[in-house]
């Protein structure tokens, strides 16, 4: 029967210290204060127990060179060893101390190894280097958990710096910063002037979660130089620094009052630019500041005697008749010589005299200059663009105008490798150089070109890329708006640089007649003018409820001159036309050959039609007093819009208190009534004089605002009061409504002010996180490889008498629609791919399509299982 001892404290090798345990067992007992065999023998007590971990190794950073240590601890064990991505480290590098728990008696282990930087960057880039400890006893094995282990950098320079502005009194003031990339993730902290910015102390600023810099209402006291700092525990990094000029317009005094009448009977009035002082740049105040006025004859001082005064009158008069009989025998002295002349002898001279050729020098830009009626011949194409092409750079051409809207001085060029530069033949050429790669100075570039003025400025609502003839896509994240430009669209041994932007519907106005409404956001993908061998396939959300037998439903595209024509009927579209829709349940998917802005306009037939809208809550985030706000927006149920609320209450702190809501809204001409009720009465009441708030039928129908709110207004009658409960009712007047019961704790609302992370949260989950690249070009872009398209096509587009070809492909693919429309295209196969392509991009599966190949009877479904390396 084994029994345990214990002993004096003794001193064993390696100047270590500890309570020797007699073990009558098989011997237990100290040899240093390291071993190099992590194996020990524990007495039979202790042989029923599993090892459990006291100290589990932790993730760690290498930086620079320095090694890291890795610790494990664990009682009762006979063994600890180390695996390091799946291989056991040698047990020489282990090194083991053993020690006694006084407490319970039993035995600890503790084994710790070393990583260096050379281990870590044998695997860099195929896999994360992790660590774990496997505890060993006689009853059975522990693992603990994985520590990983990264390689410590920070790059040098910010991938978006801030840039410096001059701003109003007042007014919000954006700073944006990303930092450098860097593992661990970079800390953000601004500095002004050097001094660290602290939002909790100032809560004039404002920094939010991608780092920018908020500062909410402009002072003269934050003027000065602003810097982005990114730190972790590798480097300390600086950006550039944006100097913030806040200045201060002149405005005017009150006017002082009027002077007494002066000797020249008129009286004055004077203002000071006081109110404020112009300053720090600031505009000078606008107007005069000296005003006169003349005196009544009460007012003016009679500064001469009567006598005097009427010598003066008869003076005046008498020169007046004077000059008056000079003038009338002038006239008739001249009509007679006039009637003396011979009109058969007069000088020719009197009846060219109105006709001499007059110079005319060109004007400058914006100063009136004569127009000719009829231009000279060398300028038959002056109003088209006249850049001389860059003949250093390799380039290839393509046919197409691009005119100027009455603007000869906004000429489409583009700095740093243009985009079109237009010859004199009308053709243009593409360079391929490359574009700069900040998303904003691409925007900024093209806003300033005539045709392109009415691009918005939103870097976040726009992507771009450069592609050639292996195609791409492109796509603006968390709107439901893409581009699928596909395999050989672009002609071979062309490349070109494609945008695709969606603009707010402010910036925009399309003339909407009678009872047409804007059924679609208003994108645009350009640029207008390139060859296209093949249609790209847009995709953008729609509003109504899908039903042709409703609906007019028309394609409207912008031509150069900024007018909207329509150019697509849907249901009527002809396979000839350069357009072709695919409308679904909630998208529509937009065949074309050209590149350009379009939007759907629908018309409805009768009073059953309806459109979706989207009704969306939100609270204040943070109530310190006893008034509490509760907004409901009332939207076209897309994504796009919804995106642009969700940041809009974002930026404002706000919170989402409910689900998003989906209600049809029916051409009834009804407005729309939201009324909020059964709050308990003992806690609450509505500031809300009326029993509803009502919005008009036509400011939804139009489709003009891109949402619309009302804001409830509660007041809680204690400070104590956190919890809301009450119903909110939606209804079209003599139509169908909805009521949502809203049960929540304001006092939650305080945490995600508070917190940004609860915010994000709550963004990620109402709001669809689309972390797909924006441009995608070659391959990448599709989900069927290449060489496997191509097997596809080749097999299915030769007609087959069974009926197993292209055409069973669009009925088990449900697109049986649209035959004539694939009929009419040289691959119909190619077609049908692109659409499949378009509408499974983010939840495809491609072993569904090898299904269907299955079903058809095509041995080619068997190349779905192929690999990428393959093909």
Request: one cysteine or more; hydrophobic letters at 35%.
């Amino acid at each position: 029967m084994p029994f345990l001892l214990l002993g004096p404290f003794v001193r064993c090798g390696f100047g270590v210290t500890f309570l020797v345990l007699w073990l009558v067992f098989a011997g237990f007992t100290c040899t240093g204060g390291s071993e190099h065999a992590a194996t020990a023998t524990l007495p039979a007590a202790f042989s029923d127990l599993l090892p459990h971990f006291l100290v589990e190794p932790e993730d760690e950073y290498i930086v620079k060179n320095r090694p890291v240590t890795l610790t494990c601890r664990s009682s009762p064990a006979t063994q600890i060893y180390f695996k390091c991505n799946g291989e056991w480290v040698h047990q020489d590098d282990h090194s083991i101390v053993r020690t006694v728990d006084p407490a319970t008696a039993l035995p600890v282990m503790e084994v710790t190894i070393e990583i260096t930087r050379q281990q870590v960057e044998k695997i860099f880039g195929l896999d994360e280097y992790w660590c774990q400890c496997v505890a060993w006893s006689t009853t059975g094995t522990q693992k603990s958990q994985k520590a990983y282990i990264r390689i410590a950098y920070l790059r040098k320079n910010f991938e978006e710096e801030p840039q410096g502005k001059e701003v109003a009194l007042d007014q919000e003031v954006l700073l944006r910063c990303h930092p450098p990339e860097g593992v661990p993730q970079a800390e953000v902290e601004w500095q002004r002037n050097e001094d660290v910015i602290d939002p909790e102390s100032d809560p004039n600023f404002f920094i939010t979660a991608d780092h920018n810099l908020v500062i909410r209402k402009a002072r003269l006291a934050d003027t000065g130089n602003y810097t982005c700092v990114a730190k972790n525990i590798v480097a300390r990094r600086k950006s550039t620094s944006a100097t913030v000029l806040v200045y201060v317009d002149g405005g005017w005094s009150e006017w002082s009052k009027w002077s007494a009448c002066g000797a020249d009977c008129s009286m004055w009035r004077s203002r000071e630019c006081t109110q404020p002082s112009p300053g720090t740049g600031g505009k000078e105040c606008q107007g005069v500041d000296l005003q006169s006025l003349n005196c009544t004859s009460e007012q003016c001082p009679q500064t001469a005697s009567g006598a005097e005064d009427v010598a003066l009158y008869v003076g005046i008069v008498a020169v007046a008749l004077c000059l008056t009989l000079l003038l009338i025998v002038v006239v008739l002295v001249y009509r007679r010589k006039k009637e003396g002349l011979d009109a058969d002898v007069a000088d020719s001279s009197i009846l060219t005299t109105g006709f001499q050729p007059m110079g005319i020098k060109p004007s400058k830009p914006g100063v009136w200059a004569p127009r000719p009626r009829r231009p000279p011949p060398h300028s038959k194409n002056s109003h088209l663009l006249t850049i001389q092409p860059d003949l250093t750079t390799t380039t290839t051409s393509y046919q197409g105008t691009l005119r100027s809207r009455h603007d000869t001085t906004g000429k489409f060029s583009m700095t740093n490798g243009p985009l079109l530069d237009p010859l004199p033949n009308g053709s243009h050429t593409l360079h391929n150089g490359k574009l700069n790669s900040d998303p904003s100075d691409f925007v900024s570039r093209l806003s300033t070109q005539t045709y392109f003025k009415t691009l918005p400025r939103d870097v976040a609502n726009t992507s771009y890329g450069t592609f050639n003839f292996l195609g791409g896509r492109l796509t603006i994240p968390n709107t439901g708006i893409s581009l699928l430009i596909p395999p050989e669209a672009i002609p071979r041994g062309k490349i070109y640089e494609i945008y695709l932007t969606v603009q707010r519907k402010e910036d925009l106005r399309l003339p909407l007649a009678g009872c047409q409404t804007l059924l679609s956001p208003v994108v645009s993908c350009g640029p207008p003018g390139v060859v296209l061998s093949r249609p790209v396939i847009l995709s953008m959300d729609h509003c109504f409820d899908a039903c042709l037998d409703n609906w007019a439903v028309r394609l409207k595209k912008q031509n150069y001159e900024g007018a909207w024509e329509d150019v697509l009927l849907m249901g009527e579209e002809l396979v000839t036309e350069p357009y072709y829709c695919q409308l679904e349940a909630e998208t529509c998917r937009l065949f074309s050959e050209q590149l350009g802005t379009f939007a759907l306009v629908g018309e409805s037939l009768h009073m059953g039609a309806a459109k979706r809208l989207r009704l969306v809550l939100f609270s204040d985030a943070y109530c310190s007093t006893l008034e509490y706000n509760i907004r409901v927006y009332c939207m076209d149920d897309t994504q796009d819009v919804f995106k642009e609320v969700m940041q809009m209450e974002r930026q404002l702190g706000g919170r989402l208190i409910d689900e998003p809501h989906v209600l049809l809204f029916k051409d009834s001409y009804h407005n729309l009534r939201l009324s909020i009720h059964d709050m308990p009465q003992a806690h609450w009441r509505s500031k809300l004089l009326a029993g509803y708030q009502e919005i008009p039928f036509y400011h939804i129908w139009n489709g003009s605002q891109r949402y619309l709110h009302c804001t409830f207004t509660l007041e809680r009658l204690s400070l104590g009061t956190c919890e809301l409960t009450c119903q909110l009712c939606v209804w079209q007047v003599e139509g169908e409504g909805q009521s949502f019961s809203l049960d929540f704790n304001i006092a939650k609302a305080v945490l995600s002010a508070r917190s940004y992370q609860d915010t994000r949260a709550l963004d990620s989950e109402f709001l669809l996180m689309d972390s797909n690249a924006t441009a995608l070009a070659g391959p990448s872009a599709f989900q069927i490889p290449y060489l496997i398209r191509q097997k596809i096509c080749s097999s299915l587009d030769a007609p087959c008498p069974n009926g197993a070809d292209w055409r069973m492909l669009a009925q088990r693919l449900k697109l049986e629609r649209h035959m004539s429309f694939f009929a009419s295209k040289a691959s119909p196969t190619s077609v049908i791919l692109d659409l499949w392509e378009a509408q499974h991009f983010h939840s495809g599966n491609i072993n569904q399509l090898a299904a269907v190949m299955a079903d058809i009877g095509k041995q080619e479904a068997m190349i779905f299982l192929v690999s990428d390396g393959e093909c």
